[in-house]
C-alpha cells in the first residue's frame, strides 16, 4: 500500500521561505520519481518540480531559482524548499509519484501573505 504524507506548510510573509516533506512508503522508493505539485483556489493543478531516483530535476519556469527539490532515499523522503515566496505560491502542495501508479499525497497549505 503506497502512501504519501506531505508537511511542513503553513503561513509564510513574501520573500520568506518553508521546507516542505513528503514521506512516501514505497517499495522501490530509490528508483521511483517523484513530483510536488500545485493547486490554488480555481485553478487547474500543475507540476511544480520532478525528480528521479538517481536524482535528476525538473522545474516550472514560474519557481525555478527560488525553489529546489531534493530527496533522500536512505529515509523515503522528498522535500521541496521554497524561497523567495511570492503571493501567486499560495496553493495546496501535493507530492505524487510518478511511475509507480501515480500515487498522490492529501497535500499541505501553502500560504503567502503581504
Known amino acids: 500500500q503506497v502512501q504519501l504524507v506531505e508537511s511542513g506548510g503553513g503561513l509564510v510573509q513574501a520573500g520568506g521561505s518553508l521546507r516542505l516533506t513528503c514521506a512516501a512508503s514505497?517499495?522501490?522508493?530509490?528508483?521511483?520519481?517523484m513530483g510536488w505539485y500545485r493547486q490554488a483556489p480555481g485553478m487547474q493543478r500543475e507540476v511544480v518540480a520532478t525528480?528521479?531516483?538517481?536524482?535528476?530535476?525538473n522545474y516550472a519556469d514560474s519557481v525555478k531559482g527560488r525553489f529546489t527539490i531534493s530527496r533522500d532515499n536512505a529515509v523515503n523522503k522528498v522535500f521541496l524548499q521554497m524561497d523567495s515566496l511570492k503571493l501567486e505560491d499560495t496553493a495546496v502542495y501535493y507530492c505524487?509519484?510518478?511511475?509507480?501508479?501515480?500515487?498522490w499525497g492529501q497535500g499541505t497549505q501553502v500560504t503567502v501573505s503581504s
Open positions: 505524487k509519484t510518478l511511475n509507480s501508479g501515480g500515487y
Open positions: 514505497v517499495k522501490f522508493f530509490s528508483i521511483t520519481a
Open positions: 525528480i528521479t531516483g538517481s536524482g535528476s530535476t
